[in-house]
């Protein structure tokens, strides 16, 4: 059984358009990287942050018998993030009944001269983690096979770009595409996602691997 922790946040609101009355954020014990899921066992809807475990995850999602897994988010293109979303999508018909992953969101790579440079966190701790850049390749051709499934973040967009009642929950805060270019020249973690997850009486900020520079911007 995989290590994980597990806040719950409680709503009051019931609706089928509203978001669920009960959300869980998950924790995933995979080492020194991220991976986050958040589901509704109301709805029984999944949204997962990040992947280096295929494993870790699809075990978490079967434990919480999911049937619509929303999507998948990127924060930022370094390994230690990216490097298991093949592996998710390929063995995704591994949880019974869960319906295919419905969207990819993840950001683009601007500065393609120093693409090498970029994808390593200055600190070298996505060293290790296979596929930089062969998962990176892979992840890139898989978005060129499945268009209608792949989708960028922005903050000026509001929400995900993913159905379900899940996904009213959330919403992103970074970064705006004005900022984009400039916040990548100080390094791919100042372009991590920031989402904020809120529900009737609490919140939370999932800030992923943002900087001091990134935080001005913020």
Not at 58 to 71: A, C, M, N, P, T
Request: charged share 20%; net charge negative.
């Amino acid at each position: 059984m995989q290590n994980f922790q597990i806040f719950s946040m409680k709503m009051t609101e019931t609706e089928s358009t509203k978001p669920p009355s009960s959300i869980r954020i998950a924790f995933l014990d995979v080492g020194q990287a991220d991976t986050i899921v958040v589901t509704s066992p109301e709805t029984r809807e999944a949204i997962v942050l990040d992947c280096v475990n295929p494993k870790a995850v699809l075990d978490y999602l079967k434990q919480e018998e999911i049937l619509y897994l929303r999507g998948i988010v990127v924060t930022h293109l370094h390994a230690d993030h990216y490097s298991g979303v093949i592996g998710l999508l390929e063995n995704q018909y591994e949880v019974p009944g869960m319906k295919p992953c419905e969207v990819v969101a993840f950001n683009e790579i601007f500065n393609q001269r120093n693409l090498q440079q970029l994808l390593q966190d200055e600190d070298y701790h996505s060293v290790g983690y296979d596929g930089s850049p062969g998962a990176l390749r892979q992840l890139l051709e898989w978005r060129k096979q499945n268009k209608l499934r792949y989708a960028t973040l922005q903050a000026q967009a509001g929400q995900l770009p993913f159905m379900g009642a899940l996904v009213k929950s959330f919403h992103v805060l970074h970064p705006y595409a004005a900022d984009y270019r400039s916040l990548e020249s100080k390094g791919l973690n100042n372009t991590s996602i920031v989402l904020r997850l809120s529900t009737a009486g609490s919140s939370v900020l999932l800030t992923d691997d943002i900087e001091p520079e990134g935080w001005q911007y913020l």
